[in-house]
């Protein structure tokens, strides 16, 4: 469980600590916020591509192997993309080609790094009984929780003189490949047609005893043969699909916008050190309400996917409601821990339920499909809220709200009770 935290603690880290520096770089650049923001878009829009695929292959290869090679990406990412910021800010050539040759390298992470995640997400789901599975992967999902306080938290203080903006991005390269020598020396391997799908253990992190808990999963750790592959139109997971599109637009759309507005709303734009300091502060804030999420409610409260997903989409509104209203640094951190701890019920609830409505010999297909539909929504809510926030300030969380009431409405409807998803064979 360390080594399986860890890959996804140091990649949140990375990426948050890369949101928290790219506006204060691209303002440095001189570079406009719509194409600071779509620097992201072609990785995302690999990630969604190759995450499914790497899923499957890991039916093939075993879910170590695929973790590998997800740290690979991300630390070789990071490194050339560091590289690039860091050579585009000594002037060696435009902020054109510093920007161009920047996504091009980020697009090593959406292409490999998408490897890890559903890797992690069914090495942990197929170890779990359904009652349980929602806290196991919120679990999961806090690591990436903890890693959105750490990397804004750190990234100031890893900011050297000769590296200078571009420090963080080599720093976290490094340390993505300590990971990678854990990961090589501490996880056994998997053998992807039956440890992955045997029986049921206690798990370090929950209340739950050791048994064997004679169930249909148990009959499918006698399986040898691969299962068929899942398709996106599959009536089990459909409703959780749409669900985790229109939750996860919403949110890309503010955590685009979120690090340019710090540096509006409080007139930081002159002051490089200040606004990633500020914009660190913000992002921690939301981290921290995730964290109180995953950590605290979901297993203090024993929800399940449907009111995690209910719960989420009206704190999801409330907060994106506070970020549009507020021209302080106190309103925003307030709003954006709101919304945070919104969208920290909802992913979890979304992850579980798409997990929880197919067999376990499946999990590393949803997990992949689950992985996909979370790099679906950086592909162009991020810009598009940036060119919203560029028209009028306060548009994109209005948009935000809008999409998370309608969410809750359709949810309401048509998500099965978390009694119903949990029982069902």
């Given at each position: 469980?360390?080594?399986?935290f860890?890959?996804?603690l140091?990649?949140?880290?990375?990426n948050?600590?890369m949101?928290?520096?790219?506006?204060?770089?691209?303002?440095?650049?001189?570079i406009?916020?719509f194409?600071v923001s779509?620097?992201?878009?072609?990785?995302?829009?690999?990630w969604?591509?190759?995450?499914?695929?790497?899923a499957?292959?890991s039916?093939?290869?075993?879910?170590?192997?695929l973790m590998r090679?997800?740290?690979?990406?991300f630390t070789?990412?990071?490194?050339?993309?560091?590289?690039?910021l860091?050579?585009?800010?000594?002037g060696?050539?435009?902020?054109?080609?510093?920007?161009?040759?920047f996504?091009?390298?980020?697009?090593?992470y959406?292409g490999?790094?998408?490897?890890?995640p559903?890797?992690?997400?069914?090495?942990v789901a197929a170890?779990?009984g359904?009652?349980e599975r929602?806290?196991?992967?919120?679990?999961?999902?806090?690591?990436?929780?903890?890693?959105?306080?750490?990397?804004?938290?750190?990234?100031?203080?890893?900011?050297?003189?000769?590296?200078?903006?571009?420090?963080?991005?080599?720093?976290?390269?490094?340390?993505?490949?300590?990971?990678m020598?854990?990961?090589a020396?501490?996880?056994p391997?998997?053998?992807?047609?039956?440890?992955?799908?045997g029986v049921?253990?206690s798990?370090?992190?929950s209340?739950?005893?050791?048994?064997?808990?004679?169930?249909?999963d148990?009959?499918?750790?006698?399986e040898?043969?691969l299962p068929?592959?899942?398709?996106w139109?599959?009536?089990r997971?459909?409703?959780?699909?749409?669900t985790?599109?229109?939750?996860?637009?919403?949110?890309?759309l503010i955590?685009?916008?979120?690090?340019?507005?710090v540096?509006?709303?409080?007139?930081?734009?002159a002051d490089p050190?200040?606004g990633?300091?500020?914009?660190?502060?913000?992002?921690?804030?939301?981290a921290?309400?995730?964290?109180?999420?995953?950590?605290?409610?979901?297993?203090?409260?024993?929800?399940?996917?449907r009111?995690?997903?209910?719960w989420g989409?009206?704190?999801g509104?409330?907060?994106?409601?506070?970020?549009?209203?507020?021209?302080d640094?106190?309103?925003?951190?307030i709003g954006f821990?709101?919304?945070s701890?919104?969208?920290?019920?909802?992913r979890?609830?979304?992850?579980?339920?798409?997990s929880?409505?197919?067999?376990?010999?499946?999990q590393?297909?949803?997990?992949g499909?689950v992985?996909?539909?979370n790099?679906?929504?950086?592909?162009?809510s991020?810009?598009?809220g940036?060119?919203?926030?560029?028209?009028a300030g306060p548009?994109?969380?209005?948009?935000a709200?809008?999409v998370?009431?309608f969410?809750?409405?359709?949810?309401f409807?048509?998500?099965?009770l978390?009694e119903?998803?949990?029982?069902?064979?």
């Amino acid at each position: 469980m360390a080594v399986l935290f860890s890959v996804m603690l140091v990649t949140a880290s990375g990426n948050t600590a890369m949101q928290s520096i790219l506006p204060t770089v691209g303002t440095q650049l001189h570079i406009p916020d719509f194409w600071v923001s779509a620097a992201f878009s072609w990785s995302a829009l690999l990630w969604v591509y190759t995450a499914p695929k790497w899923a499957r292959q890991s039916d093939h290869r075993g879910r170590k192997a695929l973790m590998r090679l997800g740290m690979i990406g991300f630390t070789t990412s990071f490194a050339l993309a560091g590289l690039a910021l860091f050579l585009g800010l000594l002037g060696w050539y435009s902020a054109l080609w510093t920007f161009i040759l920047f996504a091009l390298f980020r697009s090593l992470y959406g292409g490999l790094g998408s490897a890890a995640p559903p890797a992690v997400q069914a090495y942990v789901a197929a170890r779990t009984g359904r009652a349980e599975r929602t806290k196991a992967l919120s679990l999961i999902s806090s690591s990436f929780g903890l890693g959105t306080i750490v990397g804004p938290a750190i990234a100031p203080l890893m900011i050297i003189p000769f590296f200078g903006l571009s420090s963080p991005m080599f720093a976290f390269a490094a340390i993505g490949l300590i990971v990678m020598i854990a990961l090589a020396l501490k996880l056994p391997d998997d053998n992807p047609g039956y440890e992955a799908r045997g029986v049921v253990t206690s798990e370090p992190y929950s209340s739950a005893p050791s048994s064997d808990s004679r169930n249909e999963d148990d009959d499918e750790a006698e399986e040898t043969s691969l299962p068929p592959r899942l398709r996106w139109g599959d009536s089990r997971i459909k409703p959780w699909l749409i669900t985790g599109i229109l939750g996860g637009n919403a949110h890309a759309l503010i955590l685009g916008v979120i690090g340019f507005l710090v540096l509006d709303r409080l007139g930081l734009r002159a002051d490089p050190a200040m606004g990633i300091r500020m914009t660190g502060i913000v992002l921690m804030s939301g981290a921290a309400a995730t964290l109180l999420a995953q950590w605290g409610l979901i297993p203090l409260l024993q929800m399940g996917p449907r009111s995690s997903v209910l719960w989420g989409m009206i704190l999801g509104a409330f907060g994106c409601l506070i970020i549009g209203m507020s021209h302080d640094l106190y309103g925003i951190i307030i709003g954006f821990a709101v919304a945070s701890l919104g969208f920290g019920l909802f992913r979890p609830g979304f992850t579980a339920g798409a997990s929880l409505a197919v067999k376990r010999s499946e999990q590393n297909g949803v997990a992949g499909i689950v992985a996909s539909v979370n790099g679906m929504a950086f592909i162009i809510s991020p810009a598009l809220g940036v060119l919203l926030y560029t028209y009028a300030g306060p548009l994109p969380f209005w948009l935000a709200v809008a999409v998370c009431v309608f969410l809750f409405g359709w949810g309401f409807k048509t998500l099965k009770l978390d009694e119903r998803i949990i029982a069902q064979r």
